[in-house]
């Protein structure tokens, strides 16, 4: 069942007060008023369209796959744009709005923290700011989703700070920082969403051939485009940031990969050159170790001669590696 919340300038009407096809008259004669409808039912979406006659095509965008967008209708304006959810997990979902005469009808199937901003703007509005008619409130709407991600960015661009001095820390080893770059990338991406669809709104808005807004607002719009090009701007340098600090963590980490597989290469060349040096040493070993009377152990001078053999294969290999530059590395050291 959908939950409704009906607030004028004057305070909230208590849902008992009123039903959907009673809306026109619990509000009349109280001026601007705001009509939050969360997760809509059918009988949302026939009170849309039969009784506020609002466009289908509109309509039915809130109850499939709803996209940024701002247009103009006979008898009302349509808006939507994303906003941060409030559940556990960070993104954004579409927060649809229709203006009609004094009445703004916001439509949305989650919790959105911005909206409650909006009551107590709402609430806490003067008189001559109310006098501007309900392209203000469409202004302060927009503008608390956007102030909603000022300080969650704040908090992204500390995140990322920590980040780069674990990745350019040369002391310690940090855990899970592919992860966390990966998760800031992640969040940033949906912040974006949200921040980049406010900024093409209010671009819109500001487009005196569409007619979308009254010029008493036109200010205040500007305004708002303008923290919302701020945001972008910071939203992108934020993604970069984070960008470059993945790139430069993966690097390091391909660099220690090297080094590690070039120590493996220097051992495995040492163990190579020793078993190279020791094979014919064996094999002359096991041919004049062999219990046979006929080894000629005379022609060869005996014990001595045979381990002047094997030292004289042994220096002739080692001067062969030397020349072809096996044993330079061992020169360095």
């Given at each position: ?103 703004i ?54 995140t ?24 800031l ?9 949200s ?81 190279a ?10 041919i ?5 009377e ?16 094997m ?23």
């Amino acid at each position: 069942m959908a939950e409704l919340r009906l607030q004028t300038a004057s305070g909230i009407i208590d849902t008992e007060a009123f039903t959907l096809d009673t809306i026109a008259d619990a509000i009349k004669g109280k001026g601007l008023a705001w009509l939050d409808i969360k997760r809509p039912d059918n009988s949302v979406k026939d009170f849309l369209l039969d009784v506020m006659q609002f466009d289908e095509l509109a309509v039915e965008d809130i109850f499939g796959h709803a996209d940024t967008t701002a247009m103009k209708f006979s008898n009302h304006r349509f808006v939507v744009v994303n906003a941060r959810d409030a559940d556990n997990r960070l993104d954004t979902e579409p927060v649809a709005i229709f203006l009609s005469g004094d009445l703004i009808i916001t439509v949305r199937h989650t919790s959105i923290p911005a909206l409650m901003k909006f009551r107590r703007r709402f609430k806490e509005a003067e008189d001559d700011e109310l006098a501007l008619g309900i392209d203000f409130l469409l202004y302060e709407m927009l503008d608390a989703i956007a102030d909603d991600w000022q300080p969650i960015l704040g908090s992204y661009s500390k995140t990322l700070d920590e980040l780069e001095f674990c990745v350019f820390d040369p002391e310690e080893k940090y855990d899970n920082l592919l992860e966390g770059l990966h998760d800031l990338k992640r969040h940033l991406r949906e912040a974006s969403k949200s921040i980049e669809s406010l900024h093409t709104v209010t671009l819109r808005m500001l487009n005196q051939k569409l007619k979308l807004i009254s010029s008493g607002v036109t200010l205040y719009f500007s305004d708002l485009n303008q923290l919302c090009t701020a945001l972008v701007k910071r939203a992108n340098n934020y993604s970069a940031g984070a960008t470059s600090t993945r790139d430069t963590y993966l690097s390091n980490i391909s660099m220690e990969l090297s080094k590690s597989n070039a120590q493996l290469t220097e051992v495995m060349t040492t163990l190579t050159i020793i078993g190279a040096i020791m094979l014919p040493l064996t094999l002359i070993a096991g041919i004049f170790g062999m219990n046979n009377e006929d080894l000629p152990l005379e022609m060869v001078g005996g014990f001595w001669g045979i381990i002047s053999m094997m030292t004289i294969f042994a220096v002739s290999m080692l001067v062969m590696f030397w020349r072809r530059g096996w044993l330079n590395n061992f020169a360095k050291k």
